[in-house]
């Protein structure tokens, strides 16, 4: 392994990037964010018209992006209940089962903020039948946020500022141990992390890339617009996200998975035959993985955008997809030197 991830700094970006709230639409204090550390690294930078950072790694012609994305999957405002609490809708792919009983920032249009919890509406098992735990989780029937906040009714809510289409953050809670992380929102700041340990290498060390090399912060991925407009020169693309472990899945915690095809259209067949060869040569431990039904990258999105681009996709194997996640330091490790050994060679 050439390239060997600083880990340490890795886990210090990635609790950065988890303490700054990123539900995707609300995502300009961690844009702010990212785009200082890549200013201070000395790397030229900018903003996309909708959002998103660009830095440009330099190189020069036929222009490689390497996109891993900022915003978070999340809830929003619906309705303003009788009750005080609030009816609520997914952002992103937010299963009601996954959310509930989750704790959760909720931000108002004026900037205020104010805590709450994902419950149901009868969610005491006390003094509830067992026919209440039978019903299926569903943010139309049967769950709802409750603020705290001494709210009784609609008024009370809508007199703290509180309305429809306010966004609805829930909270990370990271935990490492042993090498494991386990945290919301793996998917993908964990990657968003390793990137910029990538770019602080190769400051550091003043290495140029022969190819142009643009890392791509988007945000909306979550949503499946995240790099739906691409830099003009743009070549290839290479989607850095998770790789979802199951039953029928090669993808492995401890080890890069490079995609064979996702739930939209297999990856570009030569640009993943260049990434296979990479990990072959420096002695990666990898996995090919196809990850189906329900699955996709920023990388799709441009294609399905009208970029003429190959596109391709790498990522640490992860548990608990869109839930509380976990991979390990190896599986970070080895994506990393993936990514840089690919974006170097």
Known sequence: MQFKLDEEYCLEEFQKLLAIDSTTSCCSNIQEFVKKEITAMGYPVYETHKGGIIADLGGKGNTLIVSAHLDDIGLMVRYVKANGALMVCEVGGLRPYISERESVRIYTREGRVFTGEVQRERSSIHVNTDEVWEEKSDYRKNIEVVIDADVKNADDVHKLGIEAGDIIALVPHFEYSNRYIKSRFIDDKANAAILLAG???????????????????????????????????????????????????????????????????????????????????????????????????????????????????????????????????????????????????
């Open 199 to 345: 770019m602080k290498y190769m400051k550091e060390h003043k290495i140029q890339p022969k190819r142009n090399v643009k890392a791509y912060f988007a945000v909306y991925e979550e949503i499946g617009h995240g790099t739906t407009w691409l830099p003009e020169g743009t070549q290839d693309i290479l989607a850095v996200d998770i790789s979802c472990c199951g039953p029928e899945q090669a993808s492995d915690e401890h080890k890069v998975s490079i995609f064979a095809k996702d739930s939209r259209f297999p990856y570009h067949y030569e640009m993943t035959n260049e990434l296979l060869a990479t990990a072959k040569a420096e002695k990666l431990d990898y996995a090919m993985d196809v990850l189906t039904p329900h699955y996709g990258t920023d990388g799709d999105a441009s294609i399905l955008a009208g970029y003429d681009i190959r596109h391709a996709a790498i990522g640490p194997g992860t548990t608990g997809s869109h839930g509380f996640e976990r991979t390990n330091m190896d599986g970070l490790a080895n994506t990393y030197a993936l990514m840089m050994a690919y974006m170097l060679k």
